[in-house]
Structures are given as structure tokens and as C-alpha cells.
């Protein structure tokens, strides 16, 4: 019964902008913790944001800091990731995951989504 339903992949241009949506359903959604991942072909699955329940504590990786902006709405059940500057080495598949932070900034995912395709060109 839990989904996590990601929306907003597509094709840009390098320099562009796009915005993830992951919507949750069948899930206290302001309990858990909510993170993206990416991977893409031939390369490792890497974190790239994570947000605690209230948005109050976020962590990203260092290949995405200062272009990517996580973000939540409760309210909504819905977790973004706006996505700026965008170079060809993000295209990849993302993938919202809800779970659980640790104080060391430890993502521990429960749920995933099944995936979006993000890529951009040169």
C-alpha cells in the first residue's frame, strides 16, 4: 500500500532547471526522513539530498551542493528536489527513498520510488 510516485524527469539542456516531485501515499508521511538518489549506467547509486521529517536538518552531496535544493511539504505528502545548473553528469535515473536519518547524517532508506529519468545534454 506504501507508494512513493516520482514525476518531473525529462530532457534539458546543460545550464537548465527541473523540479522532482516524489508524492507518498500509504505512509505517515511527516514521520519519516526523505532522501534522492541517483544512478546512472556503469556508476554507483549516490545520495544526493536528504531531509529529516520536518525539513528542519539537510544534508547533500558534495556534487550537487549549491545546485540542488531539497525541500518538503507535509502538508502535501510531497517531497521536491529543484534542480539547477544542470550538467550532463547529472543525467542519471533519481529515485526518492523515505526512511530514517541518523545523527551522523546516515539516510537509511525503507521505501523507494520506483524511478525517474533525468538527462541532460550538452
Known amino acids: 500500500q506504501v507508494q512513493l510516485v516520482e514525476s518531473g524527469g525529462g530532457l534539458v539542456q546543460a545550464g537548465g532547471s527541473l523540479r522532482l516531485s516524489c508524492a507518498a501515499s500509504g505512509v505517515t508521511f511527516s514521520s519519516y526522513a526523505m532522501a534522492w538518489f541517483r544512478q546512472a549506467p556503469g556508476k554507483e547509486r549516490e545520495r544526493v539530498a536528504a531531509t529529516n521529517w520536518s525539513g528542519g536538518s539537510i544534508y547533500y552531496a558534495d556534487s550537487v551542493k549549491g545546485r540542488f535544493t531539497i525541500s518538503r511539504d507535509n502538508a502535501e505528502n510531497t517531497v521536491y528536489l529543484q534542480m539547477r545548473s544542470l550538467e550532463p553528469e547529472d543525467t542519471a535515473v533519481y529515485y526518492c527513498?523515505?526512511?530514517?536519518?541518523?545523527?551522523?547524517?546516515?539516510?537509511?532508506?525503507?521505501?523507494w520510488g520506483q524511478g525517474t529519468q533525468v538527462t541532460v545534454s550538452s
Open positions: 527513498a523515505a526512511g530514517s536519518l541518523g545523527v551522523s547524517g546516515t539516510f537509511y532508506p525503507r521505501y
